[in-house]
């Protein structure tokens, strides 16, 4: 019964590059969410989604920042001509209903050179 | 919106010494969490509570959410150098279906 999976650990893109960060919800949980850490600060939500829907994207950035969850298959958060503010540890949880628990995954640390 | 502030931010102890962390939200909660991040991984869950004046225990961890719902607070008692991490605490707001997370409290126990 595996957890959370995210992939992949570590990416390091160079300026200008696409990142792309791939989260698997725990078995029978149909809700993600992705947060962002940067570096020496706290969590910060991005967004959460339900199969197929966005449901809140409030703490997303109005550009080059997207994320999808598939009907099958993980739900992938991608950043689009990565820059250097990009560089930090990305997060995804999951839930089988919200307000019901929420499990993290170990995360992937995205660098930008 | 709501927010949450952890206070110390970071804690320096000598292994045995008890110490508290604390948790204070703008709104009422209806949801608090605990987790611990050791550094440069993921998050560990420790505790959840939800009704005022909830207690909850695990091993050497206490947490308590007061009777208002508005602050938690976090206990470790004889502390081990296991417990250096950091420690945040995640709230859920009224109608609201995400996690918010409060600054982060970086503790260090030296032996």
């Known amino acids: 019964n595996a957890g959370v999976m995210q992939n992949p650990r570590h990416l390091v893109r160079r300026r200008g590059q696409e990142a792309r960060l791939r989260c698997s919800p725990m078995k029978g949980h149909s809700h993600v969410y992705w947060y962002r850490q940067l570096p020496e600060e706290g969590l910060k939500f991005m967004v959460y989604?339900?199969?197929?829907?966005?449901?809140?994207e409030s703490g997303m950035p109005k550009e080059r920042f997207s994320a999808e969850f598939p009907k099958e298959g993980p739900s992938i958060l991608r950043i689009q001509q990565v820059v250097r503010g990009d560089s930090a540890a990305y997060f995804c949880a999951s839930s089988a209903e919200s307000g019901l628990g929420y499990t993290f995954g170990s995360g992937t640390r995205l660098t930008v050179v | 919106s709501q927010e949450l502030e952890q206070s110390p931010q970071s804690l320096i102890v000598q292994e045995g010494k008890n110490l508290t962390i604390n948790c204070t939200s703008s709104?009422?909660?209806?949801?608090l969490y605990w987790y611990k991040q050791k550094y440069g991984e993921g998050l560990i869950f420790l505790m959840m509570l939800q009704k005022g004046g909830e207690e909850k225990s695990h091993e050497k961890i206490t947490a308590k959410l007061d009777e208002k719902k508005q602050q938690s607070s976090l206990h470790i008692t004889a502390s081990q150098p296991s417990h250096a991490g950091i420690y945040l605490c995640g709230a859920e707001g009224f109608n609201t279906d995400k996690l918010i997370f409060g600054t982060g409290t970086r503790l260090q126990v030296f032996p």
């Open positions: 709104k009422t909660l209806y949801g």
């Open positions: 989604l339900q199969k197929e829907n966005i449901i809140d």
